[in-house]
């Protein structure tokens, strides 16, 4: 099992930039793809962006496709949600995960994700 700890949400104007953090310890961080996810109050939880175990490959919901960057840093057990030209609709709390195996192949599904950080609200204003 891992423990995701995200961080660097908050307030941003329209076509402002944050950058997301998620700190990872326990099970082996490196061995695993990570992702970000997003929700909405009433809404499914929504695929955002995925990244391999070596940062090699990368994958992105159309919607940020241009806008946000997914990276991590394996030496310091961390991943990271580069965001920019954010807009209104990018409103949510945002959820960093690992995947549930060694094998990932960019699945878009939260259920191939098994650890979940607690979430960290961004709010974008127009």
């Known amino acids: 099992q891992v423990q995701l700890v995200e961080s660097g949400g908050g307030l941003v104007q329209a076509g402002g930039s944050l950058r997301l953090s998620c700190a990872a310890s326990?099970?082996?961080?490196?061995?695993?793809?990570m992702g970000w996810f997003r929700q909405t109050p009433g809404k499914e939880r929504e695929f955002v962006a995925a990244i391999n175990w070596n940062g090699g490959s990368e994958w992105y919901t159309d919607s940020v496709k241009g806008r946000f960057t997914i990276s991590r840093d394996n030496a310091k057990n961390r991943v990271y949600l580069q965001m920019n030209s954010l807009k209104p609709e990018d409103t949510a709390v945002y959820y960093c995960?690992?995947?549930?195996?060694?094998?990932?192949?960019?699945?878009?599904?939260?259920?191939?994700?098994?650890?979940w950080g607690q979430g960290t609200q961004v709010t974008v204003s127009s």
């Open positions: 326990g099970r082996t961080f490196s061995n695993y793809a």
């Open positions: 995960a690992a995947a549930l195996h060694l094998i990932y192949s960019g699945s878009r599904s939260d259920a191939d994700f098994g650890s």
